[in-house]
């Protein structure tokens, strides 16, 4: 594959259980990045890592937990959350230096009940 | 902390016409990027264009250009002869370099009516 993936693409999930979101840059880029993107907002930046350090935490709640285990891979640890996390979660990654392009996966779509 | 605004929540354009979506962002940055994101229906976002604060010329990208006004902290998007494929929502996005932190507007979709 290439790009930037994620999975699952929907999940649906109670306020008591816990899920993980994953996220996977085929691109060799060094940071890594969360957003949670609601209707009629700016998307809000949640997470940034830059070669596997958290930079950025943009104070979100402890409910969400990121991992970033390698420059590849980064994780969204969910657990209690609320139908107010209700949102689309975008992963996204740079390669940082002159361009900062950032290149977006799909989303997971995540419903809270 | 910086803001973006894109005061057009939706829009609409003929196809073939010209359209221009509008931002402005407020900082105290002298050297930053601005940048266009489009993200189509259940698509993935991606990038349309980019602009350095401090090159003067207005970056252009086939039938995407952008109109900088640094002055006026204004950063808008002309669409030429538009297209069904370019319906999708469009996102303006501030970012000082080495910060990275990014700065949404909250979007403006735009359809492209046949």
């Known amino acids: 594959e290439t790009g930037v993936t994620q999975t699952p693409r929907h999940l649906v999930m109670g306020m008591t259980n816990k899920k993980s979101l994953k996220c996977e840059q085929h691109?060799?880029?060094?940071?890594m990045y969360w957003y949670k993107q609601s209707a009629k907002k700016p998307l809000e930046l949640m997470f940034v890592y830059n070669f596997k350090e958290q930079t950025e935490n943009n104070s979100v709640p402890s409910r969400f937990s990121p991992e970033c285990p390698n420059s590849s891979h980064l994780f969204l640890h969910l657990h209690t959350l609320q139908p107010e996390d209700s949102a689309l979660y975008l992963c996204a990654s740079s390669q940082g230096g002159t361009t900062w392009e950032q290149y977006f996966g799909p989303g997971t779509r995540l419903t809270v009940t | 902390a910086q803001t973006v605004t894109q005061s057009q929540p939706e829009m609409s354009v003929q196809e073939a016409e010209t359209v221009t979506l509008s931002c402005t962002y407020d900082t105290s940055e002298s050297n930053y990027y601005l940048f266009w994101y489009k993200q189509p229906p259940s698509r993935q976002m991606i990038l349309v264009i980019r602009q350095e604060a401090y090159k003067q010329q207005n970056a252009t990208e086939n039938r995407f250009s952008v109109n900088f006004q640094k002055a006026a902290k204004s950063f808008s998007l002309k669409i030429s002869d538009s297209q069904l494929g370019d319906t999708a929502m469009y996102f303006c996005a501030f970012m000082k370099p080495g910060s990275n932190q990014f700065y949404f507007g909250t979007g403006t979709s735009l359809t492209v009516i046949p």
């Open positions: 691109l060799g880029h060094n940071a």
